[in-house]
């Protein structure tokens, strides 16, 4: 059978549930990962089902080290904001402002 002539397998996520996923607090994300994998973990599902759950899985995946990243960003800010004023704490460039 040549590859043309298999039937196509829809995996695709819609916008909707791009959105839906994107929406998610880090919590939510997690918890919905594990429920994801523990599914394609468990076995029982046909291809397109299969393939379904990991797009899914990936989807969370990603938006739980977003959520990760932009939580590290912040706190690297708020480290690098705390030490630039404490050099200057106590000094007379502090006092001028």
Do not use: C, F, H
Not at 46 to 54: E, G, I, T
Not at 63 to 82: H, I, M, P, T
């Amino acid at each position: 059978m040549s590859e043309t002539s298999q039937p196509a397998i829809s995996t695709s996520l819609s916008e909707e549930e791009l959105a839906a996923i994107n929406a998610l607090t880090y919590e939510q994300a997690r918890d919905q990962l594990i429920k994801a994998v523990q599914a394609l973990e468990a076995g029982g599902l046909d291809l397109d089902a299969s393939m379904k759950q990991w797009q899914i899985g990936e989807a969370l995946a990603k938006r739980a080290q977003g959520l990760l990243d932009s939580v590290r960003e912040q706190l690297d800010a708020a480290q690098a904001s705390q030490a630039s004023a404490g050099a200057s704490a106590g000094t007379q460039s502090n006092l001028e402002q």
